[in-house]
C-alpha cells in the first residue's frame, strides 16, 4: 500500500467514472483559501514540497487497488483501469514562504481528469496544516522583535508527522531551534533542549539535581527554575552557575506563572550573582499574543520556547480552502452555490509594491512592476528543479515580511490585504456565470447552452 491510497474515498470513485465514460482530457484544479481566518493578517504558503514529492512518485499498485477494492466492496477486477496509474501532469505553485491572502491560488494542478481528480485530499492536507502553522509561528516571529524562538511542540502536535512539519516550518519563518531529534537532524536545524520538572523531583533537591545535570553535561547548561518556589531556584541555579564557570550560553526556563514579573525578579538575582550573561527562556502556553504582551511589559527574557499553541495553531486551526475544478479540456468551469462561487480559468497572480495583489489569467501579462507569484515547478509528473532548501523559503518569507503593512502584520486585530480581479478574469467570471445560469433556467439543460469561453 502507498500514500496514493491517503485519499478521500470519493476521489477514487470519480476517478473510476472518468475512466469508464473515457473522460481523460485535460483538468486544472486552483487550490486556494477562500478567507483568512479570524485574527490573520496574512498567510505563509508551506507544504509545496512534501506536496511535489508525493505527486513525484504517485503511482497505483496492485495493493493500492485491492485496498481501494476492499472498502469498496467490490473485486480487485473492477478497478484493473486504476492500476499502474501515474502523475504525469504538470504544477504551478507559489513557492513555500511567500506571504499569500485569501482567494489566491496557493497550486495549481494540470492533468488527465483522473490523476488531478486522485491527488485532491492529499494536497489539501499537505498545504492546509502546514500554511495553517507556518502563518501561526510567523506571528510569533514578529511578536518576538528580534528575539530567538525555539520549538517545542512535538509531545503536543497531532501526532509524530505533524511535529516534524512544525519544527521545519518554524524554521522556514526564522525559529532558532527545535527540541525535536528527528527533525534537527534530518533537516539541518539545531536542537535545543533543557530538562522536565521531573527530572527535578527525582533528587533529593533542586540543587543536587542541578549539580547532577552539570556532571552529565559540560557545556552550557539550562536549568528549570520553577518546580517549587521560582525565586528559591534562581538563586539555586545562580550559586550553581557561578560555581562552574561555563562560560556564555547558559541559562535559565521560566515556565509558569506571571512570566514577566518571574523575569524580573530572576533578572535581578542573576544580575546581582554576577551573571549578567546568563540568559532566561520563557515557555508555558505562549504564542504571538502572549510574547506580545510580555515584550510591551518590558519582561527581560531573551529567548522564547512556543510548543502547544503554535504546533496546532490553537486559535486558527484550520483554513477554508478548497481544490476547485476550473477548466476541463480548454473549457472554463466554474461553481455557482450560494456563498461559494467560484472563478473559472488557469490563474496568475501579480503582485505590485505598496498595491493589492491581483489574481488574473494565466495568459496575461503582468503590469509595470508587478511580480508574478504562480511558477511551474513540475511538468509531465517530473519536478523542473531540485527541490527548495529552508534557506531559500526563509529568504522569501523575511523580503514578503518586510513589505507587509503594518495594518496586516499587527497581532491584535490585523487588517489583511485583498487582492482584486484583472478585468479579464471578471469578464470571463461574469460572461461564464451568465451562459450557466441561462443553460439551467428551466426547460433547458446545460447541453442546449454554449459553455465554450473563447
Known sequence: MSDATTTDLYEVTMAMSYLQEG??????????????PPGRGFLVSAGLEPALDFLTGYRIEREDVKEFAEVLHRPPRDLEQLLGLEFDGDVRAIPEGRIVFGGEPLLEVTARMPQAQLVETYLLSQLCHQTTVASKAARCVLAAGGRPLVDFSLRRTHGPQAGFQA??????????????????????????????????????SEEEAFRAF??????????????????RGVTTAARVLREIHRGPGCAIRLDSGDLAELAQRARKILDVAGLPDVRIIASGGLDEYAIDDLVRAGAPIDVYAVGTRVGVAADAPFLDAAYKLVEYSGRPVMKLSSAKVT????????????????????????????????????????????????????????????????????????????????????????????????????????????????
Open 23 to 36: 473522460m481523460c482530457g485535460p483538468a486544472t484544479f486552483s487550490l486556494f483559501v477562500r478567507d483568512l
Open 167 to 204: 519544527a521545519r516550518l518554524g524554521a522556514l519563518v526564522g525559529f532558532a531551534a527545535t527540541s525535536n531529534v528527528a527533525a534537527a537532524t534530518a533537516l539541518g536545524i539545531t536542537a535545543s533542549g533543557t530538562m522536565a520538572h521531573s527530572y527535578i523531583e527525582a533528587f533529593p
Open 214 to 231: 552539570v556532571r552529565t553535561h559540560p557545556g552550557p547548561v539550562t536549568f528549570l527554575v520553577d518546580t517549587y518556589d521560582t525565586d
Open 343 to 454: 472563478a473559472p480559468g488557469r490563474k496568475q497572480v501579480f503582485r505590485r509594491p505598496g498595491q493589492a495583489d491581483v489574481i488574473g489569467l494565466r495568459g496575461e501579462k503582468p503590469s509595470d512592476g508587478a511580480e508574478p507569484l504562480l511558477h511551474t515547478v513540475m511538468r509531465g509528473g517530473h519536478r523542473t528543479d531540485s527541490p527548495d532548501r529552508l534557506a531559500g523559503a526563509h529568504e522569501r518569507f523575511i523580503r514578503d515580511l518586510e513589505a507587509l503593512p503594518a495594518s496586516a502584520r499587527a497581532i491584535s486585530a490585523p487588517e489583511p490585504l485583498r487582492p482584486v480581479m484583472s478585468q479579464s478574469l471578471e469578464t470571463l467570471t461574469s460572461d461564464l456565470r451568465k451562459r450557466l445560469e441561462t443553460a439551467i433556467r428551466p426547460g433547458k439543460t446545460p447541453g442546449q447552452a454554449e459553455l465554450r469561453t473563447t
